[in-house]
RNA sequence: AAAUGCAAUCGCUUCAUCGCUCUGUACUCGAUACAGGGAGGAAAGUCCGGGCAGCACAGGGCACCAUACCACGUGAAAAGUGUGGGCAGCAUAGAUGUAAAUUUAUGUUGACAGAUAGUGUUGCAGAGAUUUAGAAUGCCGAAGCAAACCUAGUUUGCUGGCGAUUGUGAGAAGGGGGUGUAAGAGACCACCGGCAGCGAUGGUAACAGCGCUGGCCUUGAUAAACCUUAUGGGCUGUAAGACCAUGUAGACCGGGAGUAUAAGAAGGCGGCAACGUUUUUUUAUCGGAGGGCGGCUCGUCCGGACCCGGAGGGUAGGUCGCAUUAGUUAAAUGAUGGAGCAUCCAAGGCAACUUGGUGGACAGAACCCGGCUUAUAGAUUGCAUUUUUUU
RNA sequence: GAUCUCGUAGCUCAGCUGGUAGAGCAAUACACUUUUAAUGUAUGGGCCCUGGGUUCGAGUCCCAGCGGGAUCA
């Protein structure tokens, strides 16, 4: 499964699928048992498991169709926050591989308006520090549910 | 030149860096490198239709649904749509005319068959709303009866006659004129108008104008009320459907039906044999129970023993369907910067324009195709009308 | 992707074959009561989701849109 990676494919600012979560299987656990991050503006839900994947991490994007009735709103939402993810996933990759484990992420945008890049690239960053800041859980062992969310 | 209406087209361009998806090729098989393709006019709404799939092979009649001026394309087809035409309405302009109006041209709109096949409805108002209606405001005093008087008659009242006038209403029984009459009325006459029928002419046709009738004129509106006529339509929908994998209960309850007939072949058993019996299978006849052809019925097909209903149990993963160079299964087109081209704002300028800033309409394919509808910053082109300016 | 329903007073709903808008609760005022509640009487409140069309006349019939809700193997 876990193919050892050339060191120029995980630095490079790419995001290909392997490193998307695409099982539906695996979103239900992400969503039913997963811990949370509410800023305002974004959430990210993120679980420690085991992945099909030589990546550290699968990430998904979401934008409520609540407050968002068009579907090309939503997808440039998306995407906005695809592209900011690719440029800054490095410092959870690396905090990942420090500590041998492989985590499942879902990124869900609960704005009002239409952001635009720079703001989505704000707030991505203070995501994925908050990230490095939890204590992670190595994926031998099964996760704790009752795990407190970080302040 | 501007504005408005209609029709048509376009709807940011380009460069650099980073990144996404599909296909192909290469090798050190990493999802690495290279090459190529990669969102609209509406992809939307799902309002119509087709491809395609299932219901046995998709049959007849009724019911139901849809459509409705004509010709030619497109289409399996009523349709829809394109081009051209006919008719009707509206607007503008011109001509004739005192005017009402008529007519011509241009533009535009029209769910544009039938109300003289039948049934229904037509509130309120009004005298009366469609079986030759009705008498409120009215007109008449010819005819009949009665009374009075100045008694061959006149007046008044009642019976009566009338449908012109006023008024109501969306709509009141063809128009104005004459004859006629007690008063009146298509009751009659000429003209005009409408409808129907017939005839010939022009046109492929819709239709047009013309002529004729001892014809009808008592016959409003509504079919987007039922309906009539003509034409078309079997129903359900890609979550259709096919295959693989996994799993389960051929169990339970209620109801119904009963294992056909004949011939041939093969095997088993009994018997010395003829033969008998039983199982499997083939053909022919019959086709009960029940079911299908999603409304009913006819007709037809399946059905050789199980069928119908109830209540439950189990699985809910994958591949195909699925794309002629977009293509997926949490679903690809993006981000940043530079230059240009629009919009908008501010300043300057008589103006062309200059400077600075802002910053790009509606909107994202999910089986495909055609039509319709809706959303749409702005730009361009054509036609028509109006206004202003110049020649 | 497909199929189907519903929009009427502040709320929940009637309104059948077209004729001009109704019920219950709520609101306001008055009466009763020391006061409130309950009760009784009266009153107001609607561009019938929006826009076109048919018709003398549309909540109702037809067309198009907007918004809510439900179902599918």
């Not at 490079?12 to 695996?26: G, I, N, S, V």
């Amino acid at each position: 499964m876990s193919r050892p990676l050339s060191e120029t494919k995980k630095t490079r600012e790419t995001l290909c699928r392997a490193e998307r979560l695409t099982l539906k299987r695996r979103i239900d656990e992400l969503m039913s048992q997963g811990q949370a991050i509410k800023q305002p503006g974004m959430t990210v839900i993120f679980k420690f498991m085991e992945l099909p994947t030589p990546f550290p991490a699968q990430v998904m994007f979401s934008a409520s169709k609540r407050n968002y009735k068009r579907s090309h709103d939503r997808n440039r939402i998306k995407r906005l926050m695809r592209e900011g993810y690719r440029k800054q996933k490095h410092i959870v990759y690396s905090f990942f591989e420090k500590h041998q484990t492989q985590c499942a992420l879902l990124f869900i945008f609960t704005g009002r308006q239409l952001p635009n890049q720079t703001y989505v690239h704000g707030k991505i960053f203070g995501m994925l520090k908050r990230l490095t800041e939890t204590p992670p859980i190595p994926i031998a062992k099964p996760s704790d549910h009752d795990e407190k969310i970080q302040p």
